[in-house]
């Protein structure tokens, strides 16, 4: 079954910059594209940064593009979200997720706060 333990979120200053590290296990991880999503309390979750099982292709939200970061390391299992030049729009809670593989599954996340 799908599983991912996150970890790298905390407190940051506007304009500074947070690496999320996401370790998956329970699944075939180089063979399933993953996604990471954000959340802010009381709207709806939306996803941030996508990339393919290879790492070949990634796609971002327009608000994020140029600024964060996403790769993988299939032979550790685990992929990564470089944010840079955080926003206090940014600030939410961070999901890595496989939807393809397991549509339900969303984890525990990690909190991400921007302010000064």
């Known amino acids: 079954q799908v599983e991912f333990v996150v970890s790298g979120g905390g407190p940051v200053q506007p304009g500074g910059s947070l690496k999320l590290s996401c370790a998956a296990s329970?699944?075939?991880?180089?063979?399933?594209?993953i996604r990471w999503y954000r959340q802010i309390p009381g709207k709806e979750p939306e996803m941030v940064a996508h990339?393919?099982?290879?790492?070949?292709?990634?796609k971002y939200i327009d608000s994020v593009k140029g600024r964060f970061t996403i790769t993988r390391d299939n032979s550790k299992k685990e992929v990564y979200l470089q944010m840079d030049e955080l926003r206090p729009e940014d600030a939410a809670t961070y999901y890595c997720?496989?939807?393809?593989?397991?549509?339900?599954?969303w984890g525990q996340g990690i909190q991400v706060t921007v302010s000064a």
């Open positions: 329970g699944f075939a991880f180089e063979s399933v594209s």
């Open positions: 990339i393919s099982d290879t790492g070949f292709t990634t």
């Open positions: 997720r496989a939807p393809y593989k397991d549509p339900s599954y």
